[in-house]
Every structure is written in structure tokens, then in C-alpha cells.
């Protein structure tokens, strides 16, 4: 695992025992969002326009990108562009994430929203539906196969769906094949670099589920080679944050998406 990840699961072990002492698994059962009926993120990408797209304030790869950007109206303009989903990260000390930015994108639209975020602990499934997501993200990089079967079983008790993110075939391993959402991260967590190529070698390897490809994808990126290998769903975040209009990006992105040979 590279440096930077296992400083991120070192540093939200810490966070999320915090978090339970300041607001325990009681009272987050207690917010209103966690009893609401949930948008199903898997037929929201097949019905749409397969784009998940990203709020996010910074990263530790680019630093600031919009660190005071305001949720609801970029969630907005995303929605209006096309987008089939949302994604929030909700990382604090890596990527600058506000305190009410999933609630306050979870206000503005009706459409699934997916939290972004490093799951290490029972306790953020909780808080994922309490914040008002649809789904959360697992990264099979930083869980072993029973978290991996142990937190999806969590999240669909709590109706709740999962997106399994690999980097490489050998994670692969780790999935219990209930899977129902698999994401490829294009994002080498070494070097930090990028490159669809991650998506496409692994296509072939991921079965019947819904596919999405993550990282990396923008204005140069060949689409067209990523629908051939059958991905459904392209998370899109760095690319639109950084645009000075993150919904025109969107709908710039969707439009090419369109264009495309089935």
C-alpha cells in the first residue's frame, strides 16, 4: 500500500474513534436522512447518462481545487448538465471536505448520491446513511475480503449500495463476487499517475456487474475505448472541479459520452 493511503487509514482510525465518542451510533440513527428511502445508484447509471460526477475540494495529488466552492450549486449545475449521480468526498484532512457537503448535495438534487470516502470502520456505513448517501465506496486496496463481504452485507441492510473500487487484477482476489458495482481506478497509487489502460486490461475480468471507470477521465480521454469495453458508469471529478464551470465541463462530457458507438 502506498505511503500516502496508509497515512489516510492511519489518520481516519483516529477520526472515526472520534467520531464515536462525539456522536455515537444512537444518535446518528436519530437524523432524519438515515429513515429516508434510497435512490438506487446501479439504475440510475443504466437509465442515464452513466456519469457519476464528483464534488470534491482537494486532493492530496493536486491540493486546492475549489476549497471554497458552494455544494449545492455545483451539485445543481451537475444535475442539469445530465449527470446520472453524484459523488461527495468526505474526507476533512486529505481533500478538504466541509462537514455538510453530502447533506447539503443530498438537498439540492434528487438523484443517487455516493460517498466518497476511506471506509475502514462499521461506524461510517452508519454515518454514510445518516448523512443522507445512497451508496458508499469500498476500496479493496485498504480492506481485507471479510471487511469487504462484512461492510457490503452492512450497507444493504441499511439499503444502501456498494461501489467496489480495484486498482489492479490482484484485488480482484479479495471480492466475494455478490458484487454489484465494480469501479477500476485508473490512479496508480504509487506514482500518482494515471492511465485508462488500468480499466481497460481489467474489463474482461470483471463479470456480469455494472462497470465504471474512475480517474483520469477528461477531454482527451478516450471514451470510446472505455464503452467498447463495457463500462456503464465514468466517475468524473478532478476534470470538472477544476473548469471554471464545473456543470458546462459536465455537460461537455456527457455530450461527447453521447456521441459514442454502444
Known amino acids: 500500500m502506498h505511503d500516502i493511503l496508509t497515512q489516510i487509514v492511519f489518520h481516519k482510525r483516529r477520526e472515526v474513534s472520534d467520531c ?71 474526507d476533512r484532512h486529505f481533500f478538504g471536505a466541509a462537514d455538510n457537503d453530502l447533506p447539503a448535495a443530498r438537498e439540492a438534487v434528487a438523484l443517487p448520491v455516493l460517498r466518497k470516502e476511506f471506509i475502514i470502520d462499521p461506524y461510517q456505513i452508519y454515518e454514510a446513511k445518516a448523512l443522507g448517501a445512497d451508496a458508499i465506496l469500498l476500496i479493496a486496496a485498504i480492506l481485507s475480503p471479510a471487511e469487504i463481504r462484512d461492510f457490503q452485507h452492512l450497507a444493504t441492510d441499511l439499503g444502501l449500495e456498494v461501489l467496489v473500487e480495484v486498482h489492479h487484477a490482484e484485488e480482484l482476489t479479495k471480492l466475494t463476487g455478490e458484487e454489484q458495482l465494480i469501479g477500476v481506478n485508473n490512479r496508480n497509487l504509487e506514482t500518482f499517475t494515471v492511465d485508462i489502460a488500468t480499466s481497460l486490461n481489467l474489463a474482461g475480468q470483471l463479470g456480469g456487474v455494472v462497470r465504471v471507470t474512475e480517474s483520469g477521465l477528461g477531454p482527451g480521454t478516450n471514451l470510446q475505448a472505455l464503452k467498447t469495453a463495457g463500462y456503464q458508469g465514468f466517475l468524473v471529478g478532478e476534470s470538472l472541479m477544476k473548469a471554471t464551470d464545473p456543470g458546462l465541463a459536465c455537460k461537455l462530457f456527457i455530450d461527447r459520452l453521447k456521441q459514442l458507438q454502444p
Do not use: M
Open 20 to 90: 464515536k465518542k462525539r456522536v455515537p451510533l444512537g444518535k446518528l440513527k436519530q437524523q432524519a436522512a438515515y429513515h429516508r428511502v434510497t435512490f438506487s445508484l446501479q439504475k440510475a447509471l443504466l437509465a442515464g447518462s452513466g456519469v457519476i460526477a464528483e464534488f470534491k475540494r482537494a486532493s492530496p495529488s493536486k491540493g486546492s481545487i475549489k476549497e471554497n466552492a458552494d455544494t449545492g450549486k455545483i451539485v445543481r449545475s451537475y444535475r442539469e448538465a445530465g449527470a446520472a449521480a453524484i459523488s461527495v468526498l468526505t
